[in-house]
């Protein structure tokens, strides 16, 4: 909690008072020594100045300021951060779905008919989709999103994809290697040249990150590596998808290479959870993926238990996962994965931060970018109590009231 006896020169900002519980995710905060994460502050007030916060603490000692917003006594989040999707693509797949709750699996394969309509589209029909879901999101509370490339396949649609990515959302994925484009089919190696050459040296200047689907279906543990290597030699930072449609390599590379996340860790060896214990790799679970899949859930409980750290995210695409809402896969890793609603909460924000490696964000402490979320609720837990109901009353995106 902010000290209430430091000066504050806020007359500039704007006070939101009157808030029953505040999420802070400063476990410093809280009031009383609760087995939570999400250091809670009751009968709150936040102070917002610019983009940024500029205090937190109770109501009573709040500081005076030109502005003040009445929060109803409501409660208060950080912003949701999704940091995994795949919103830069073209057409639909409704058949698709539809085949599969008829009793069809998935598999990697169903990729390719996304990346032929994304080939056909324009860049204005990209972007206007992009800018739809990033909205969507928004709506429901997301005000970080990490986007991918991935579904243009060539060295022209995949640097399209990240330029228009670039203006719409806080974080870039170069994901080349998603699965091998049907021209490739029969020379997967001579794809990963490709991918790890002119294509990387085209893309490398819209992302910061880079990220490989280590499955089945789409690339072997000595292709991922060669993608990541040459991605980090680029400066970008690797991500991986791993571990969805089964056990491989995916983690424990992750977690050799130091990136940032390995992404599904639906399917887990003693040897991956242990890897990740050890690691600063966060752990990205996608619950929307299972669902839409009707797939085992990723066991949330263990990888907490090991001590490894969580984030929640989408994985908003039009194949596997298309939900654009975080509180949805708050809701079901509650209800399927193990998680606690406080756990849950704090993986959706905080975890999501982690696994962006941010401080800025996914938290409600004097400094960090003002991202808050008002609650239609007493309670965050409402968010897992209420599946489905539309929660955000109000959202503030870089200090600025969007919703």
């Known amino acids: 909690m902010s ?10 900002g704007t006070l939101v008072t009157n808030i029953a519980t505040l999420v802070t995710n400063d476990h410093h905060s809280s009031e009383a020594a609760e087995d939570t994460p999400l250091g809670l502050i009751r009968d709150a007030a936040v102070v917002i100045e610019g983009d940024r916060i500029a205090w937190v603490g109770t109501e009573s000692e709040a500081p005076a300021t030109d502005s003040r917003v009445d929060a109803g006594g409501r409660a208060m989040i950080p912003g949701f951060v999704d940091s995994h999707s795949h919103l830069v693509f073209g057409g639909d797949r409704t058949e698709e779905f539809g085949a599969r709750m008829s009793g ?31 909205r969507e999101a928004l709506r429901q ?73 280590c499955e089945r279906g789409a690339f072997d543990g000595d292709q991922a590596r060669a993608v990541l290597t040459a991605g980090i030699a680029h400066g970008l930072v690797p991500r991986v998808h791993a571990g969805q449609l089964g056990p491989g390599p995916g983690v424990r590379l992750a977690v050799e290479l130091d990136a940032a ?41 263990r990888l907490l238990d090991a001590g490894v750290t969580v984030a929640l995210s989408t994985d908003c695409n039009p194949g596997s996962s298309y939900t654009s809402s975080m509180p949805f896969c708050v809701a079901v ?71």
């Open 141 to 213: 509370g997301t005000t970080t999103l990490e986007t991918k490339s991935g579904y243009g396949l060539t060295s022209r649609d995949e640097a399209r994809a990240l330029r228009i990515a670039d203006d719409h959302v806080d974080e870039v994925t170069y994901l080349g290697a998603h699965v091998v484009p049907p021209e490739y089919a029969d020379d997967p190696d001579g794809y990963v040249d490709l991918v790890t050459g002119p294509m990387l040296a085209a893309c490398a200047r819209w992302a910061r990150w880079v990220d490989v689907f």
């Open 261 to 301: 996340s390995a992404d599904h860790c639906t399917h887990l060896t003693d040897a991956d959870v242990d890897a990740l214990a050890n690691s600063r790799t966060v752990a990205t679970l996608l619950p929307g993926c299972e669902f839409s899949t009707r797939s085992p859930y990723p066991d949330a409980r």
């Open 104 to 134: 069809r699996p998935y598999s990697a394969g169903g990729i390719r008919t996304t990346v032929e309509a994304t080939r056909k589209a324009t860049d204005e029909q990209l972007a206007a989709n992009l800018a739809r879901h990033v």
């Open 333 to 403: 890793a509650v209800r399927e994965m193990g998680m606690t609603p406080d756990e849950a909460l704090w993986s959706a924000t905080a975890g999501g931060a982690a696994a962006l490696r941010r401080i800025d964000i996914g938290r409600i402490t004097p400094g960090a970018r003002a991202d808050l979320v008002l609650l239609d609720a007493p309670s965050h837990v409402h968010l897992a109590y209420r599946p489905g109901v539309p929660l955000a009353a109000a959202v503030w995106q870089r200090g600025t009231r969007v919703l």
């Open 3 to 12: 000290n209430p006896n430091t000066p504050l020169d806020t007359t500039a």
